[in-house]
């Protein structure tokens, strides 16, 4: 049975993984990786990934989003969005969450996950979110999409418009 790693996050303290033998916790001073899933009872619970605010973690679940403040000794639901599945990559930049559904398009939460909107899936070029985006990553005001097809996607406010960077690959 291959292993394969869904997700990672961490706060000051620890590290969490989502694998695909289960969710495992270590702390980033004696790493020595320990399975949480009986503690939170995630025995037949699909994770699909994970994400950081200062001590939070933020969990995607087949029935929306967690998140704990107990470094998953528990964990609360924030919202039960049925667009919350299938999940390919969450991301949190400033005080906006960012979710990636696969197959499908971006949402945006500005009230940490309680309510989601839908980003206007339309990229420059014509392309679209439901070319197979795989991949966000931020730096700075900078967001950037990465696809299975057509290379990477800029945006520069938070979304609301996507210009196609040129693919050197």
Do not use: M
Not at 68 to 74: A, G, K, L, P, V
């Amino acid at each position: 049975d291959l292993l394969y790693i869904n997700s990672v996050a961490a706060n000051d303290s620890f590290a969490f993984a989502k694998t695909s033998h289960g969710f495992y916790r270590t702390r980033l001073d004696n790493i020595n990786w320990i399975n949480i899933d009986t503690n939170l009872d995630l025995k037949n619970e699909h994770i699909s990934c994970l994400a950081s605010k200062d001590k939070i973690i933020y969990l995607t679940k087949e029935n929306g989003l967690w998140k704990s403040d107990d470094n998953c000794i528990s964990i609360s639901q924030v919202s039960d969005n049925p667009y919350l599945t299938n999940c390919v990559d969450f991301k949190i930049i400033g005080t906006n969450f960012y979710f990636l559904r696969y197959y499908s398009s971006c949402y945006v939460s500005s009230d940490e996950g309680k309510t989601w909107k839908w980003l206007d899936s339309t990229f420059a070029a014509g392309y679209i979110f439901y070319d197979y985006t795989i991949s966000l990553a931020v730096s700075g005001n900078n967001i950037f999409a990465g696809t299975q097809e057509h290379g990477v996607f800029l945006s520069k406010n938070n979304g609301k418009r996507w210009t196609y960077t040129q693919n050197p690959f």
